[in-house]
């Protein structure tokens, strides 16, 4: 069995979808027992010939988020009490930070149910106590810097001065639009929480990632080996407004592990917050950064110690890559802007105006950039006080990271947001209106896997509201198939060769597929002024020519994207209430999360959901057939069980049955087919296992439908 026509590695975050709660280890099938539309026990399902939007429930999620307060020896609530301070605590913080209540709300329930409790309770009702109680210490110092001078602030009576005499706001009560707010959160805390509770993870012996996720990366290889357990970090910074009416904006600067599974890394409980900038002015690199870095530095020289599990581990932390959106990363490394001069951060290229600067395909034979002439030019840079080769100045982030080869493309902006858009809308005027509306009519028809929520609401025409998942389907799956009928067969042509491009360094399977994508860009980039005109050559076409090497160098593109980044964006602003200590909301907020206590994920095993009996009138067209299968393989229709669903370690599949009656479409999968090898797509009619005699069940298949075996029920196409 291979995997899903949509890949899960998609579906996790899903642009601003973040499954973020635990399951519980099942070490046998397990049986759904769910009353309602999710039941067919019964065999009383309501069939109807109209689908419904299909609801997540528990069978599709990854895990199941119950701590266990095992370990617990904390006082009783109250004298009499079954609960823990601690686990009282944890519970009533849990459901504040679920239902985003704001720091008063959340201090005004503790008080409430204090009240109500007996008074001999020892319920906390202050955010230190409250800290306290969960056995945890703040992880988040607070800096204020005048946005004059950028000088530290000082405290007087709650107010912030500026002390610096040179300043215009010298002396001052400085107001909130004056000030710039950075928040350095601690690493080791943040480290030691996630590991806690991934801690099968970390120290699994089995083979967890995909080939071609990043570990798999000449990148990740480079890395000297260590008796010690290492944690490579992969850096992302972006800004997101937060007032309008002050303009104020937060930049997180943010950390991902890449030692846990590509689903398990992107949850947002185990994404590091590593800094945060709040202000009406753009992030000061050097102020901002300077905390965040002297950790790394530190950690990498001396290794991390910390106890988990009472298990004392030395941690050497490394940096994978730093991910950013163009603007974000020509502000953090000290580039100059995408839209001018020598721009690419990857090669020498210095591009030419022509009305704007572009990067002619016939000028792009340039040399790779070299990290020591980058900070060589940087210094110039300073000097002279102009851009020395693309270079404004030596960035901070140039002692943590190798440029250019850690400072990457994201390819959710370049493609996604970038250039898939700027395609659709040089194809617009070559489309009529009623060619729109049956290429519309396509995409709101979709029936798309159940962890893919990308709905095409807007039209191809307004293709500026779509967001960079609707991008990211459309490049990647449904694209091609609903506009190419469409399309001038020369433009038809050319974006298929970009699909297929992308949607091979997307997941490589090989190192020839790379290649053989870098052909495919070649030519695309090549041929694009001759399809459209030379404006198309702006930097984010340039930039894809770099793209196969990326991959060589830190795997497929579905593995080290800013998707789950800009998750954790829209996650961090919803902490956020009213206009007034925005960072410390969120600093605040984070602590919580982080002193709350989570269970420990176990690695799930293969199990069945939602029993179907095998006289179920849903399996009357397949029942003769399907016994007569069974037998020849040795397995008698008694003894077996039917389910609707399957659940591998990081995957849900639905059959055919189980979707009939819902817009979604998880019955599509691929396999390998056992004579040929070749990889092969079907329709997953009904996931089976067999009870042996003595009861016991047995693992459950990992061939959906019985692939291999019940050709009958598989549709190939």
């Given amino acids: 069995?291979?995997?899903?026509?949509?890949?899960?590695?998609?579906?996790?975050?899903?642009?601003?979808?973040?499954?973020?709660?635990?399951?519980?280890?099942?070490?046998?099938?397990?049986?759904?027992?769910t009353e309602g539309f999710h039941s067919f026990e019964s065999d009383h399902h309501n069939e109807s010939s109209s689908r419904v939007d299909y609801i997540i429930d528990t069978g599709d999620l990854l895990d199941d988020d119950q701590c266990n307060f095992k370990y617990d020896l904390s006082k009783p609530l109250y004298d009499t009490a079954r609960i823990t301070v601690k686990k009282a605590t944890s519970e009533l913080m849990n459901f504040a930070v679920e239902s985003n209540s704001d720091k008063s709300t959340t201090i005004r329930l503790f008080k409430l149910v204090k009240s109500l409790l007996p008074t001999s309770n020892i319920l906390p009702t202050t955010y230190t106590?409250?800290?306290?109680?969960?056995?945890q210490l703040s992880l988040s110092q607070s800096k204020y810097y005048c946005n004059g001078c950028t000088q530290l602030c000082i405290m007087r009576k709650n107010k912030k001065i500026c002390d610096n005499r040179d300043c215009a706001f010298s002396r001052l009560s400085l107001k909130s639009h004056q000030i710039s707010k950075i928040v350095e959160l601690d690493l080791a805390t943040q480290l030691k929480t996630i590991i806690s509770r991934n801690f099968s993870l970390f120290f699994n012996e089995q083979?967890?990632?995909r080939d071609f996720d990043v570990p798999h990366g000449r990148q990740y290889q480079s890395f000297p080996t260590s008796k010690?357990?290492?944690?490579?970090?992969?850096?992302?910074?972006?800004?997101?407004?937060?007032?309008?009416?002050?303009?104020?904006?937060?930049?997180?600067?943010f950390g991902s592990i890449v030692e846990l599974p590509h689903q398990v890394r992107e949850f947002q409980s185990n994404i590091l917050v590593l800094a945060l900038w709040a202000s009406c002015q753009k992030p000061n690199v050097d102020l901002l950064m300077k905390n965040c870095i002297a950790q790394l530095v530190e950690y990498e020289k001396n290794d991390l110690v910390i106890m988990v599990k009472g298990i004392e581990l030395h941690i050497n932390i490394q940096r994978q890559m730093f991910i950013a959106d163009?603007?974000?990363?020509?502000?953090?490394?000290k580039t100059i802007s995408y839209n001018g001069y020598s721009a690419c951060t990857v090669c020498t290229a210095k591009g030419t105006c022509k009305g704007q600067v572009v990067y002619p395909y016939r000028q792009n034979m340039h040399s790779r950039r070299v990290h020591e002439q980058v900070v060589l030019s940087g210094k110039e840079a300073e000097q002279k006080q102009v851009p020395v080769d693309g270079i404004k100045g030596v960035s901070p982030m140039l002692q943590i990271l190798n440029y250019p080869d850690q400072v990457v493309y994201d390819y959710m902006h370049l493609v996604c947001l970038g250039h898939m858009a700027t395609l659709v809308k040089r194809w617009l005027p070559h489309l009529e209106r009623n060619q729109l509306n049956e290429i519309d009519s396509q995409l709101k028809l979709l029936r798309l896997p159940h962890n893919v929520h990308a709905k095409f609401n807007y039209s191809i025409g307004d293709v500026s509201e779509w967001h960079a998942k609707h991008s990211r389907l459309f490049v990647l799956n449904v694209g091609l198939p609903s506009i190419i009928s469409y399309l001038p067969k020369v433009m038809a042509s050319h974006f298929a060769v970009y699909c297929l491009a992308i949607k091979l360094l997307h997941c490589p399977k090989s190192i020839d597929e790379i290649s053989f994508a870098e052909s495919l860009i070649d030519y695309y980039c090549r041929t694009a002024p001759l399809v459209f005109d030379g404006s198309i050559e702006l930097l984010s076409l340039h930039a894809h020519m770099h793209l196969g090497e990326q991959v060589r160098q830190h795997g497929g593109l579905a593995f080290s994207s800013a998707f789950c980044f800009e998750s954790c964006i829209r996650y961090l602003k919803k902490m956020v209430h009213g206009t007034k200590n925005l960072a410390s909301q969120i600093a605040y907020w984070?602590?919580?999360?982080?002193?709350?206590?989570?269970?420990?994920?176990?690695?799930q095993q293969p199990t069945g959901k939602t029993k179907i009996l095998f006289s179920s009138v849903k399996i009357n067209q397949y029942r003769h057939i399907l016994m007569n299968k069974l037998l020849e393989i040795g397995h008698d229709c008694k003894n077996i069980i039917l389910f609707l669903r399957y659940k591998d370690k990081s995957n849900t599949y639905h059959s055919i049955i189980y979707d009939d009656s819902f817009?979604?479409?998880?019955?599509?999968?691929s396999y390998n087919a056992s004579t040929t090898g070749i990889t092969k797509g079907g329709k997953a009619r009904l996931p089976y296992s067999s009870v042996l005699p003595?009861?016991?069940?047995?693992?459950?298949?990992?061939?959906?439908?019985?692939?291999?075996?019940?050709?009958?029920?598989?549709?190939?196409?």
């Fill in 228 to 253: 010690n357990q290492k944690i490579t970090l992969i850096i992302h910074a972006d800004g997101s407004p937060l007032v309008r009416t002050t303009k104020s904006s937060v930049w997180p600067v």
């Fill in 207 to 209: 083979k967890l990632s």
């Fill in 326 to 333: 163009l603007p974000a990363k020509s502000l953090f490394m």
């Fill in 129 to 135: 106590t409250i800290m306290k109680s969960l056995e």
């Fill in 1 to 33: 069995m291979s995997r899903s026509f949509t890949n899960n590695d998609d579906s996790i975050n899903n642009d601003n979808e973040n499954n973020n709660t635990l399951y519980e280890d099942t070490s046998s099938i397990t049986i759904d027992d």
């Fill in 663 to 669: 817009s979604c479409a998880s019955f599509i999968v």
């Fill in 694 to 717: 003595d009861d016991t069940i047995t693992i459950l298949r990992r061939v959906l439908a019985l692939l291999s075996v019940l050709s009958t029920y598989v549709t190939v196409y």
């Fill in 590 to 603: 984070c602590d919580m999360r982080s002193a709350v206590p989570r269970p420990e994920f176990i690695l």
